[in-house]
């Protein structure tokens, strides 16, 4: 499986917390799923295969593990772990 990291493809927009170059629409639609804006993460990856986008992202609190099945537009997978302090 291919994966790269999403947060070095991407320069945060300080004024709008948004990708500059557009955003992935599989990390769109994770994000939209969990609830979280791109400017809360502090990680993020995201690989390809067998049809499906594998994305990890984490926030301050919670670290996330969702599956993107993409031309169905739909999530098959998605777990949390809370963020160890």
Known sequence: MNVQNIL??????????????????ALALALDYAGVSFRE????TLGYG??????????AWVHYHVFVDLPARSVPGFLTEPVQV
Do not use: K, N, Q, V
């Open 8 to 25: 070095d493809a991407y320069t945060s927009c300080p004024d709008h917390a948004a990708p500059r170059a557009g955003m992935h629409p």
């Open 50 to 59: 067998g049809g499906l986008y594998e994305i990890r992202f984490s926030t």
């Open 41 to 44: 993460l502090t990680d993020c």
